[in-house]
């Protein structure tokens, strides 16, 4: 799974890198300790309210993804991660997967390993990060969704709508195979177009795309167990464990 990842990348560069519009209105402070619910950036292709042409976007979503037809958005917390074995086909993930596609722009992920207690010393999880070798982004395969709120009246009203967003994931290869079983699913830059593409509905060659991220290059990198708690922040995160 991917629980908690690091975004520190400045959302020009990201715009640039992705060739993506980017409304300069629209910020969110850099993070080395994302967690479920909260905002993170997105890559996103949909038509133009206005014009119709279908336009790529670096836009803000809720890590999380809320199905349309979800009574709360409560749920999203629960739906943070969807298997690419099954994504295509569960009920919530499957309009989206078909439609809704997104690439969601990281350093790197977390992962953890159970360490056992000792005489001297009690259990806990060492936490490791997982970045690929060559710095590159991880452009983590991922689906959005809309879900509007019932409670206010006007469709319209852009707080009427919750954009939401979930992780795909796959078995983890290389070093994150040493950590976890599973592990966020990163697409090829060769790849973007054809998996942002909203008119690109062939399931079969959808699932093509994802495959091993990095190559299998990645690099596993024990840190500070501050990162444990959401409260903590900062680039001092990634620094190696002592």
């Known amino acids: 799974m991917c629980g908690r990842y690091a975004s520190s990348r400045a959302p020009g560069d990201l ?3 992705f060739r993506a519009r980017w409304d300069s209105s629209e910020t969110l402070a850099a ?3 994302v967690a479920p619910t909260d905002p993170v950036w997105a890559v996103t292709e949909r038509p133009d309210h206005d014009s119709g042409e279908v336009e790529r976007r670096l836009r803000a979503v ?3 993804l809320v199905p349309s037809w979800a009574k709360d958005p409560g749920v999203g917390s629960r739906m943070i991660n969807a298997r690419v074995e099954t994504v ?20 790197g992920f977390y992962e953890w390993v159970p360490v056992p207690a000792t005489d001297t010393a009690k259990a806990y999880k060492q936490p490791y990060f997982i970045t690929p070798e060559d710095g590159a982004v991880m452009a983590m395969a991922g689906l959005y969704e809309f879900w509007r709120d019932p409670a206010v009246p006007e469709a ?4 009427a709508w919750l954009v939401t967003a979930t992780i795909i994931t796959t078995e983890a290869t290389d070093e994150a195979g040493r950590i976890h079983p599973r592990m966020p699913l990163a697409l090829h830059p060769d790849d973007f177009e054809a998996w942002l593409d909203p008119a690109h509905q062939d399931t079969h060659d959808l699932r093509a795309l ?7 290059r990645l690099r596993a990198t024990a840190v500070s167990t501050a990162v444990n708690s959401v409260r903590n922040n900062g680039p001092q995160l990634l620094d190696p464990a002592a």
Do not use: M
């Open 156 to 159: 319209e009203a852009p707080e």
């Open 15 to 17: 715009a640039d890198l």
């Open 31 to 33: 993070s080395w300790n």
């Open 210 to 216: 994802l495959h091993t991220p990095a190559d299998g």
């Open 62 to 64: 809720r890590w999380g």
């Open 88 to 107: 295509h086909e569960k009920p919530a993930y499957r309009r989206a997967f078909a439609k809704r596609r997104c690439l969601l722009p990281a350093d």
